[in-house]
């Protein structure tokens, strides 16, 4: 049988990770992925990587001729063999192309091809008198080659020391002295697998204190489960101060013991610093960080360092999930229900579903930690997919938190139009005079606007989808970003006749502003995303904060992570509303879940502490439910919605974002992708299955970088079904005219809109 291979091309002013398809020579048994092989392009020899090996071709290339694969450079595949099987696998589930997901899988792909010289005689044995055909510069160059210690050297910096022109060069191949080769100079071949190994005592550092007996419980179910070798996913469901971290330590340093590796993921690095240097004070340089930003160069250094078996412990963002540790037993996702863990480029991949695949390729423990679960684990543990494990006490003596629900329509009732309520303004005050600190939150997305009555609370919903309809200034109207119904913003409202209704949206700048009117004396720190660009800036307010140099900080959702100081003893949210009447099916969740993190910052030492939500509409079951820090009574009448609405985790969705610079072409382009995908609806294959096709719709974002905006989702049950409609779908889009120029950006289970 025939049998082709994909090969990634290092080809100068191309994109990397363009890949081309080659016959493979029936001679060419052991090709594999993750080997080198030379082919031609355009009639060149050029060097690149396989990266997929197989009996069948792309729709687009059948019947075509294709050039032969000409050797195999590798007697092995340069990557290891799970992380090959991982990147397949990601390429299958996330609907992206197997080069980017080897790309994802193994950076060291980045590092450049660089050209290398390689000296084949050593220098003793270069015979001078054999060089006398030589120029001067050749004989030069070889004088470079013999003093260069390593054998090796990198063509550019060798035709730089020795000064040669490219001819010259050439004339030293040909006549042999040297040999060039092209070759990835950071591959990790060297990574190949340690023994492993149990740090000594004195390599680990002591606990400090006894665990309690929750903590305790926990630890010793993980462990059990690591013992027994077979896969298992957990869930730690604990409180806010409950005491996770110190569970986490303890079960890396468990792990540790044993020989085995760790990788502990967070939402962001920058954002749980103090976190990341904790572990670093337990486990010392067996821990490596990877901070987020890393570029292709930096990453790849990583990666061998981490391959080199120096470092056992990794703690990073969502990427570090794919750290080649070779001996992995145990992944922690903390916070896990964060968005963060989701890539929004390809591959779209979410790292609590490469965890478990990892996990489940080596017979590891998936550790999922957070105050407030997401619907999806929360649900898989009630039903018996995965193990719950909760911790309902806070360390110590400190309590959670009592919490206000503000009704800010009174407060407009009473003459207040200021978005300071009057209770909050007098806690604010008595801080003030106590020398106590406060944080007060707004949430970081500025682009959503929805249509509130500041006098009943009244919101403007879909009709269809129950969502809140978003206000779009150009053209005064409201939209639907699911089902694109449209309508006008209503003059005044249509529960209660008030004419004070009007979009709402508002900035952390205005918030500070109002705010240092409202108490000139008060000290104000403003931490969002203007005032973050930079990590250094970062870490100097969040400092300054500490260090009480104010009494007050004002900012976006990204305070709420991970944050612990003992004098905070108020927080305040200031619109509560605005995550709530986000267009996302998802809103009442990411209300719920930023709430109690929130609150989870005030009291957390001896001071007690104290929480304010402002909000228009008091009688919201997330924000009553999360003011009463009942995770349980929440989950149930939230999965009862999501039930009733065919929402995930009962059903999958796959969004096929379509984009063009002229509206009127997405418009078109998405009623046709629309009309083929409900073409092939009709196929008696998906016949009995509940897919459903929604939209064509405008995205919520409806115009990035000058592209316009639109999509389709397909929802069912079955995702393997939704990927092969989708896929059968696009296949006959792509052949009509409609599709010319739009670019397509595919995603499996989204998390947001
Ligand atoms: P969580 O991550 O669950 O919100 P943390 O891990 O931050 O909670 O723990 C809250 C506080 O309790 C931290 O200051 C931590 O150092 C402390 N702590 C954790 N475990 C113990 C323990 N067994 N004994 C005493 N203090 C502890
Ligand atoms: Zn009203
Ligand atoms: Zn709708």
């Known amino acids: 049988m025939l049998r082709y291979a994909e090969v990634l091309l290092d080809v100068a002013n191309r994109r990397f990770d363009q890949s081309y398809h080659y016959l493979v020579p029936e001679h060419f048994v052991a090709i594999e992925i993750g080997m080198r092989v030379l082919v031609n392009l355009q009639n060149r020899k050029v060097q690149g990587l396989v990266v997929g090996v197989s009996t069948e071709l792309p729709e687009e290339l059948e019947g075509k001729t294709l050039k032969p694969v000409l050797e195999i450079i590798d007697a092995h595949s340069l990557v290891p063999t799970e992380l090959i099987e991982l990147a397949d696998w990601l390429a299958k589930t996330t609907l ?28 003793d044995d270069l015979d001078v008198k054999a060089l006398r055909w030589l120029d001067e510069d050749a004989f030069r160059a070889i004088e470079v080659l013999a003093r260069t210690r390593k054998k090796e050297i990198s063509r550019s910096v060798f035709l730089k020391r020795a000064g040669i022109s490219e001819e010259t060069f050439d004339l030293l191949v040909q006549k042999g002295f040297v040999r060039q080769e092209h070759s990835f100079m950071t591959m990790g071949a060297k990574g190949r697998r340690r023994e492993a190994t149990v740090p000594s005592s004195q390599e680990l550092k002591e606990r400090t204190y006894k665990l309690s007996l929750e903590q305790e419980a926990v630890v010793n179910d993980v462990k059990i ?68 930003g890393l570029g292709a160069k930096e990453k790849a250094l990583s990666w061998e360092e981490i391959l080199s078996g120096d470092k056992r412990i990794v703690i990073g963002a969502r990427s570090a999930v794919f750290a080649p540790l070779a001996n992995l037993r145990l992944v922690i996702l903390d916070e896990e229900h964060d968005g963060a863990y989701k890539q929004d480029e390809n591959p779209k991949y979410h790292a609590r579903e490469v965890a478990r695949k990892r996990m489940e390729q080596v017979g590891g423990v998936v550790l999922l930690g957070s105050a407030t679960p997401s619907l999806e684990a929360y649900a898989a543990a009630k039903a018996g997919k995965i193990r719950l494990l909760t911790m309902t006490r806070r360390i110590g003596n400190s309590f959670l938190p009592p919490v206000e629900i503000v009704d800010m329509r009174k407060e407009l009732m009473q003459g207040n139009r200021s978005m300071f309520s009057r209770v909050l303004l007098q806690k604010l005050r008595e801080r003030l005079e106590l020398g106590e600190q406060t944080m007060l939150f707004l949430n970081r997305r500025g682009y959503s606007t929805f249509v509130v009555c500041r006098e009943c609370g009244y919101v403007v919903n879909c ?116 995550m709530l009447n986000m267009p996302d099916f998802r809103a009442k969740e990411r209300t719920f879940q930023l709430l109690t993190q929130v609150a989870g910052r005030a009291g957390r030492s001896v001071k007690p502490g104290e929480v304010v939500i402002q909000t228009y509409s008091p009688g919201d079951s997330a924000i009553e439910k999360a003011a009463h820090h009942d995770f349980e009574g929440f989950f149930w009448e939230e999965i009862r919605y999501r039930k009733g609405r065919k929402y995930p985790p009962f059903t999958h969705i796959i969004r096929v974002l379509l984009l063009h610079e002229k509206e009127e072409r997405v418009i078109l382009g998405a009623n046709s992708l629309g009309a083929c995908l409900r073409g092939r609806m009709q196929d008696p294959k998906f016949g009995n299955t509940d897919l459903d096709i929604l939209g064509p719709a405008q995205a919520v974002m409806a115009r990035v970088k000058n592209q316009w905006r639109w999509q389709i989702s397909v929802r069912g049950i079955i995702i393997e079904e939704l990927r092969e409609l989708v896929h059968q779908g696009i296949q006959d889009f792509f052949k009509s005219s409609a599709s010319n120029g739009i670019i397509l950006n595919i995603e499996a289970d989204p998390l947001t809109n």
């Open 96 to 123: 992206c192309s197997k080069a980017q997901s080897l790309h994802t899988v193994w950076p060291l792909l980045k590092g450049k091809m660089e050209k290398k010289v390689i000296l084949l005689a050593s220098p």
């Open 225 to 292: 489960s690591l013992e027994t070798g077979s896969f298992q996913t957990f869930l730690l469901h604990g409180v806010t101060g409950s005491g996770k971290t110190e569970v986490y330590r303890e079960l890396i340093a468990h792990v540790l013991s044993q020989g085995g590796d760790a990788i502990l993921l967070v939402p962001e690095i920058s954002l749980t610093a103090q976190m990341a240097r904790y572990f670093e004070t337990q486990f010392r340089d067996k821990v490596i960080i990877l901070h987020s």
């Open 463 to 578: 009709p269809n989808c129950d969502v809140a309809l978003t206000y779009h200034s150009q053209g005064q109207s409201m939209r639907c970003h699911y089902c694109d119904h449209k309508e006008q913003p209503p003059l005044t409202c249509p529960h209660c006749g008030s004419r004070y209704i009007r979009f709402f949206g508002q900035g952390t700048q205005r918030v500070e502003e109002e705010l240092q009117g409202l108490l000139p004396e008060a000290s104000i720190l403003r931490l969002d995303f203007d005032t973050t660009r930079n990590h250094a800036a970062h870490t100097t307010i969040l400092e300054s904060f500490r260090q009480q140099k104010a009494s007050i900080l004002v900012g976006t959702q990204m305070m709420a992570k991970g944050l612990d100081f003992p004098n905070v003893t108020l927080v305040g949210v200031i619109a509560a509303d605005q």
